[in-house]
């Protein structure tokens, strides 16, 4: 088994570049199916679920190369329009793949991806959007069997409640379609834009993106048969190094980032006397708890869909609250099941209580290095976090969790002059 071996107690230094992000790259990969010929994406991470989308793409009939930080895709070769039970379960967010081949096939057989750690994670809104379109969708035993009687045609969707992959899955079908689709309520997301972005170069012409209300006029035809994209960085794995910063100390800055798509963790750092500049395409952090300082706590953290306090951003910021004076309050409103990183961070010392949507975290003078099992993607890179700022060593396990989100957290916070190595640990 693998772990993170970490020794707390080190300010950080130095500057390291973010990576382009999962949650644009992962969609974009789906919509590289309506190239019929080759898709070059560039600032490509190495995530395992991008290996996951890229085993689905061959399962296709796609062939798929990396070279480097480039994944070539060519989709003129797509044969099949399912996607077995086994790999939908490695990710479930390959439900995005529903929409792009129905588009490109008029027809798609998945399963339904289920829940994972965060909770149940429905996908009712995704399916009610793909039946507006004119898709036929049968539910048997947790198959999903789609087709479409002639073809899919454009039409109103409104979204009750944002939904970043229910809106992925909507654009998609909606670029392949005749007239103009209208979403109302859509998600903002940045990720979005890059997905509409990508689309845009496919023919699709979208306007409104960012506001409440998309408008697609699509193109039933081939289009584009080679499109380059370069993916936007990773607004989350950002946040959760800018919180490493201010939970060690140090100053440090993160280059190749958007600034603007890192705003509320940027005002709660700068509430809690983390002080950060940005320029165009980078971030500086300054901490001083290193000397001895403590940061403040920060007014209430309430989770909401972009542009409010992303959700994906809780655990790693939690981690950084975990010895600010007096208590920092929590409201997880976007899953049900998000607080479980908590308990591991107790072993630190931490000092958190949690009451459904709500977690209130006392900040405590001292924490202690422990053995931390990783519980979910953005929990596990919280552990990380706060073991940076716990005296002596923690081993982190269950990296699987991490690698899913963070190219190599280890390599990261490693040039930023971090202890932390990762090490085969065999279980006595
Ligand atoms: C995306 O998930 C991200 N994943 C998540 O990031 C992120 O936490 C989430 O958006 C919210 O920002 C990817 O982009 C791959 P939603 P998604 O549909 O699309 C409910 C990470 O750590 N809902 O916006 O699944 C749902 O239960 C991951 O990188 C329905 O009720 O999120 C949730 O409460 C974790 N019915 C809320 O909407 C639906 O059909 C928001 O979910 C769909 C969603």
């Known amino acids: 088994m693998e772990i993170l071996r970490v020794t707390g107690g080190t300010q950080l230094s130095g500057s390291v570049r973010i990576h382009g992000a999962k949650n644009s790259v992962l969609p974009i990969m789906a919509a590289s199916l309506l190239v019929r010929g080759t898709t070059v994406i560039h600032n490509c991470p190495k995530l395992s679920d991008v290996q996951v989308t890229i085993r689905i793409l061959e399962h296709l009939g796609c062939k798929v190369r990396r070279e480097g930080s ?25 439900v995005v793949f529903l929409g792009a081949i129905l588009a490109r096939c008029e027809k798609a057989e998945i399963s339904s991806p289920g829940g994972c750690e965060l909770g149940p994670r429905p996908i009712n809104l ?17 198959n999903l069997t789609c087709s479409v009687c002639d073809k899919l045609r454009s039409c109103e969707i409104h979204f009750p409640t944002p939904s970043v992959g229910a809106t992925e899955n909507t654009l998609l ?32 012409k979208i306007s409104g993106v960012g506001s409440g209300v998309i408008s697609v006029c699509g193109i039933p035809s081939a289009g584009a048969s080679y499109i380059e994209h370069s993916i936007i960085p990773d607004r989350i794995v950002c ?70 306090f992303p959700t994906d951003a809780q655990a790693p910021l939690m981690a950084a609250c975990l010895k600010a004076e007096g ?37 405590v003078r001292k924490l202690k290095g422990a053995s931390l099992q990783s519980t979910d993607l953005r929990g596990g890179a919280s552990l990380v976090v706060a073991a940076l700022s716990a005296a002596g060593v923690s081993n982190v396990s269950q990296l699987q969790h991490i690698d899913r989100g963070y190219e190599s957290i280890e390599r990261d916070l490693t040039q930023l002059g971090a202890k932390i190595v990762r090490e085969n640990f065999s279980e006595g």
Do not use: W
């Not at 995704?126 to 947790?142: C, V």
């Not at 909606?174 to 845009?200: H, K, M, Q, V, Y």
């Not at 479980?340 to 630190?348: D, Q």
């Open 239 to 308: 946040a959760t190094y800018m919180s490493a910063v201010a939970a060690a100390g140090g100053d440090a800055v993160l280059e190749s980032v958007y600034p603007g798509h890192v705003a509320p963790i940027t005002e709660a750092l700068r509430q809690m006397g983390v002080d950060i500049s940005l320029s165009d395409s980078s971030i500086r952090v300054v901490s001083r708890v290193h000397k001895g300082a403590f940061l403040k706590s920060a007014k209430p953290i309430e989770t909401a869909p972009y542009p409010g």
């Open 70 to 94: 480039d994944v070539i895709i060519d989709a003129a070769t797509l044969k099949r329009f399912d996607i077995p039970d086994g790999l939908m379960r490695e990710m479930r967010s390959s």
């Open 126 to 142: 995704h399916l009610e959007a793909l039946a507006k379109f004119g898709a036929n969708i049968r539910d048997e035993g947790g």
């Open 173 to 204: 079908a909606a670029s392949r379609c005749e007239g103009t689709t209208t979403i109302i309520n859509p998600a903002r997301e940045p990720e979005i834009a890059d997905l509409a972005e990508f689309l845009g170069k496919l023919g699709a």
């Open 327 to 363: 208590n920092t309050v929590f409201v997880e409103n976007i899953f049900e099941n998000r607080y479980r990183h908590c308990e591991e961070l107790r072993r630190l010392g931490a000092s958190i209580k949690t009451e459904g949507k709500t977690a209130i975290v006392s900040g």
